[in-house]
């Protein structure tokens, strides 16, 4: 059945694309926030362009099919577009904003499993890829996730702001 509840995302990408949108809209220049959220609508709509495994449930011409494909595309237009622009710039000093917005993501997923009774919510309990059940499951997209915005902030500012400042 349908209620208000159903206006809350329950999936990455679409707490991901909410949060996305309102920090562009409303947040400062490189915020808090978009060291955390510019890595889930870039490498996660990147995933899921590459490798969309809703295909697999319901045909291409689907508007769901369709409407998931532009809505990861649009979000990694908009990673790219705030980075390009300079809104976003990676800082190894803020690595800990995105295991921390991760957790957060996750608690929102467990309150709203538990508190809200959600089927599911947040990819608790199941894999992201039901073909790769390991790679995909949240724990591992945590470590690794981790380890991407690390390495791509310390390669920001080891050749990232050289090549910046040649062009200026």
Known sequence: ???????????FCGLASLVYSLTVLFGKKNCTVMHFIFYFGFFGGLCTLFY?????????WDIRSFSGLVHH????CLSVLTFVGGYFQPRLKKW???????SLMMLLGLFELDALGFAEAMNIGKPLVGSLPVLTSWYVLFAVGTAVVLVFSWAYERWGKRSAGKQN
């Open 1 to 11: 059945t349908y209620s208000w509840l159903n206006l809350l995302p329950y999936t």
């Open 52 to 60: 969309p495994d809703f295909l697999e449930t319901q045909t291409f």
């Open 96 to 102: 800990y904003v995105f295991p921390l917005g991760f």
């Open 73 to 76: 595309y649009l979000m990694v």
